[in-house]
């Protein structure tokens, strides 16, 4: 990463911090619950406040970037990447696990430039972990340094994963036939914190081998893709070609020969891209 996004990057961690502080608070009162695309895809106001708080903090410092925030494109606002200096916000990912009290939940905050990922943070905020990474300089959490687990034998392998929000019979079908052709490879375990951002830095820090999810958004992993990058891990689509971050379709991995045989098991499809332009009125 260019030094001159470093101010940046602790720009991100000081806000990241302090919606975590927002996050916590707001654990302590009645949350006022909405769905957005069906009645498990749940949304709180305190999401909604959290992401306003983190694009007026960042426009005051940076009033050129542009912004991806998960409840900004929940109000119709495109979800774009262009060359520009581009912050990538999910502010509650985990917004079941916050209405449930599940102690997963995790403010995501991701920087890319010329569509390259330039930093992640991912602020664990009912764990208190800071996980950080920026491009060519390692990925850590609260300071400690993370690397991926060089455990190659999936046999032995810990697998995380999300049913998502869909309940499309044809789409938990192949949701439910992935999951039992992997955990019948066998592997040791299968397991899922409820927050893909929890889920990536967990690879990163080597006790989980892999995670896979189709369904996700690009503000839900974009952070943690550069963690798990920097941590020696690697990312590819479901299918094993390249990763795509608008295709809501993500392997991460500890290494290539893991993912590749996640790969194998999983049945593929594709949910609308991220990228995919409104339907006109
Ligand atoms: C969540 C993701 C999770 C996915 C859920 C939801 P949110 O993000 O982190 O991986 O399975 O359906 O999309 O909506 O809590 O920011």
Redesign the pocket.
């Known amino acids: 990463m260019a030094d001159v996004w470093q101010n940046a990057m602790e720009h991100a961690v000081a806000v990241a911090r302090r919606a975590g502080e927002v996050v916590r608070e707001a654990l302590h009162h009645d949350r006022k619950v909405m769905t957005k695309s069906c009645s498990v895809?749940?949304?709180t106001q305190t999401?909604q406040n959290v992401e306003t708080l983190i694009i007026q903090s960042v426009k005051e410092k940076f009033p050129t970037h542009r912004f991806i925030g998960?409840e900004s494109v929940a109000a119709g606002e495109a979800c774009i990447l262009t060359d520009r200096p581009t912050w990538i916000i999910?502010p509650?990912?985990?917004?079941?696990?916050?209405v449930h009290g599940f102690p997963f939940v995790a403010v995501s905050i991701g920087f890319a430039v010329n569509k390259e990922m330039q930093f992640g943070v991912v602020y664990s905020c009912l764990e208190d972990k800071m996980y950080t990474a920026s491009r060519g300089h390692g990925a850590f959490c609260n300071g400690e340094t993370l690397h991926v687990s060089q455990q190659t034998d999936v046999k032995q392998a810990m697998v995380a994963t999300?049913?998502?929000?869909s309940r499309d019979p044809e789409v938990v079908e192949k949701i439910f036939s992935s999951l039992r052709n992997i955990l019948c490879i066998p592997v040791h375990g299968v397991r899922?914190a409820?927050?893909?951002?929890?889920?990536m830095c967990l690879v990163a820090s080597g006790c989980v081998e892999a995670y896979y999810?189709t369904?996700?958004?690009i503000?839900?992993v974009a952070a943690g893709s550069l963690i798990v990058s920097e941590a020696g891990g690697v990312l590819m689509d479901v299918n094993g070609g390249d990763v795509d971050l608008m295709s809501r379709r993500i392997v991460a991995a500890n290494s290539r020969v893991v993912a590749e045989r996640i790969v194998m098991e999983i049945e593929a499809f594709s949910p609308p891209r991220d990228d995919t332009p409104p339907l006109a009125p």
């Open positions: 895809d749940l949304v999401d998960e999910d509650i990912d985990g917004t079941t696990n916050f999300e049913f998502g929000s899922g409820g927050s893909a951002a929890v889920n999810e369904g996700i958004h503000w839900d």
